[in-house]
């Protein structure tokens, strides 16, 4: 049997086609099915819109969801802001590139959640910041506004991604001709109009790939706002957890993740949409 | 004091010595060339010209103004790179815009003066077209007008052609020459490929493993090379061992298979005393077929057309004698060595 060109490309996706078929695209429908029903006792109810009412009426998922999307967008911000200067110096300026990356991803070895208990230990009561100021007497008693506020989960969470933020901007760098900048620096610019109108604008799309990987992940976390954020670091994907597993509310769970999918993906288009703007401006 | 004037400049990378103490004087308005094989260090005393390396010694100084230690984005000199770096998240216009911007200018005049350099270079209308879409000699135009757009005292170009094919590399030389003509700047220019050095350049300066060998116009390098590595390198030329007998009016050299020859005294590269052993250079063009003369066999002959080039055999020689002229395509000829074109070489 003679098979075609797109024929062979189907036959070659096919695995990874039936394991997102089934891992992703059915379970995401299933999950638009249970939004769209109320619950009536443990069984599904009639089809309505009432799970989205209750979402969008309500003044505190209104605010979670706030918190959410600013708590992660400020870990984006942090994330990539510190992570530039680092893969700006291994592009640019390290000898042995490949010795760094491996040193910067060294603490990505571990598993995620011992990243965050890690966290735990350093910030806490009696953590390792509290009881070292104490020993050098720059405090009398510990301080507790380390852990359990959105302070705690956006350290943890920009440490946590680091990685995903240093990667794509170091490939980005490390992609820019270096001649383009020695013909910068010919037309009369200095080292900084040189990184502004060069570096920068060339760099951007491991800018933007980072600040993606990093704020859509992040604005769904669960591990991290339960274990250090208490109360007032709570994200939207604790309340969803607690509508599936504690409360039993399906639909309205489901209402919830999919309200929250479908404002990080507008969030996110705006991003690269502005994103490539300014850099259009940047001439 | 030349325009540019570059003395006892070296520069080494790893303990090689890559450019070794190069004096060079460029006029304003010359069209001057370095020419060399790959490696000879032409590239980098270019870039020390235009800032990119620090020379280890020696001065460079550009109308009066020592240079070593300024930065390119302050000297008064703008490159053609060889692989063109045009920007590429910028259109045409933005490129060569792109050393405007920062001198303050009227947004009219900036304009006026980007779109007047477009017209020079021959890009008219294609300001806004994005720089992934140029062909090849189109970057090579674009790089050109960015440099050229910011009036530089001296523009400096790697190889500019070097990445284009036969046709365009040709045109594109009648037309750098041109615009040459028309900005006035002085250009210096590098290649490794003699026949653009020859046919662009007002002087050039002939550069091997790190030294100027030597500068001349092209007519008198190639007619008057003073050693063997230039005369090796432009064109092709014919070698024969020889010997100083006398120096007078006119050169008695003792040529061996050629028997004795007297040769004009400026025919005689200088330094060259009595008694020694000297190269006799002659180019392929000047060796003459005749009735008589030294007698050889073709080796191999190449039909170019108007002329044909032979390879001839003569006995105690081991090279064959390149001749290029009118023969017939085998057997038996003669070879006549007018002393006029003959040229007396240091034997190094």
């Known amino acids: 049997m003679a098979i075609g060109n797109s024929g062979k490309g189907y036959v070659l996706l096919a695995p990874t086609l039936l394991v997102m078929g089934l891992a992703l695209a059915a379970p995401l429908l299933l999950l638009a099915v249970y939004s769209l029903h109320d619950q009536n006792g443990l069984a599904l109810g009639g089809w309505t819109l009432a799970q989205y009412r209750a979402v969008l009426a309500s003044a505190g998922y209104r605010s979670l969801f706030l918190r959410s999307i600013a708590i992660s967008g400020l870990v984006t911000l942090v994330t990539v802001a510190l992570a530039y200067p680092m893969a700006y110096f291994v592009a640019f300026h390290a000898r042995r590139k490949f010795a760094w990356l491996i040193a910067l991803t060294i603490p990505f070895w571990t598993s995620y959640l011992l990243r965050v208990f890690a966290w735990k230990i350093i910030l806490g009561f009696d953590g390792v910041i509290n009881s070292a100021a104490l020993r050098l007497h720059l405090i009398d008693q510990p301080l507790s506004l380390l852990l359990y506020n959105p302070f705690a989960v956006v350290v943890t969470l920009a440490h946590a991604w680091a990685a995903f933020a240093i990667l794509p901007i170091y490939v980005s760098l490390e992609k820019i001709d270096r001649s383009l900048l020695e013909a910068a620096g010919d037309l009369g610019d200095g080292a900084l109009r040189r990184f502004l109108r060069i570096t920068l604008p060339l760099s951007l799309p491991g800018v933007i790939g980072a600040a993606i990987l990093i704020f859509v992940p992040t604005t769904g976390d669960y591990v991290t706002p339960e274990l250090v954020g208490g109360t007032k670091g709570t994200m939207i994907a604790n309340v969803i957890e607690v509508q599936f597993n504690s409360v039993g509310n399906w639909p309205l769970g489901a209402a919830l993740s999919l309200v929250s999918m479908a404002m990080v993906a507008v969030i996110a288009a705006l991003f690269v949409a502005s994103a490539r703007a300014a850099a259009k401006a940047a001439r | ?348």
């Open chain 2, 1 to 348: 004091m030349s325009f540019l004037s570059v003395s006892r400049v070296s520069k080494s990378f790893g303990g090689a010595a890559v450019v070794d103490a190069v004096d060079l004087s460029i006029e304003r308005g010359e069209f001057f060339a370095l020419l060399g094989p790959s490696g000879c260090g032409k590239t980098t005393l270019l870039r020390m010209i235009g800032g990119f390396e620090t020379p280890d010694n020696g001065t460079i100084a550009i109308d009066g103004e020592v240079m070593n230690t300024v930065p390119p984005h302050r000297r008064p000199t703008n490159m053609v790179f060889q692989n063109y770096a045009i920007f590429p998240h910028l259109n045409v216009f933005d490129n060569i815009a792109y050393g405007l911007r920062r001198l303050r200018l009227r947004k009219d005049e900036l304009r006026a003066r980007a779109e007047a350099m477009l017209a020079t270079v021959r890009l008219e209308g294609l300001g806004e077209r994005a720089a992934g879409q140029l062909s090849g000699g189109q970057r090579q135009r674009v790089a050109l007008a960015r440099a050229l757009v910011r009036e530089p005292k001296l523009l400096l170009l790697d190889e500019p052609l070097g990445a284009l094919d036969k046709r365009l590399r040709e045109a594109m030389q009648v037309e750098l020459r041109a615009i040459q003509r028309k900005v006035g700047i002085t250009f210096l220019l590098v290649t490794h490929d003699q026949e653009e050095a020859l046919s662009l350049s007002d002087r050039v300066a002939v550069m091997g493993a790190g030294r100027i060998l030597q500068v001349a116009a092209p007519r008198e390098l190639y007619e008057r090379p003073n050693c063997r590595a230039v005369a090796d390198f432009i064109g092709d030329m014919n070698f024969f061992h020889a010997t100083v007998r006398q120096i007078g009016d006119s050169v008695t050299v003792n040529a061996g298979l050629l028997g004795i020859l007297a040769l004009p005294r400026a025919n005689l590269a200088p330094g060259i005393r009595t008694d020694d052993h000297i190269l006799l250079a002659i180019r392929p063009e000047h060796v003459g077929f005749s009735e008589a003369g030294v007698a050889g066999e073709i080796a191999s002959a190449t039909f170019l057309g108007e002329r044909s080039h032979y390879h001839v055999k003569i006995a105690g020689r081991s090279d064959p004698v390149s001749v290029s002229g009118i023969a017939p395509t085998h057997g038996t000829v003669h070879l006549v060595f007018p002393p006029d074109h003959l040229i007396g070489l240091p034997n190094a």
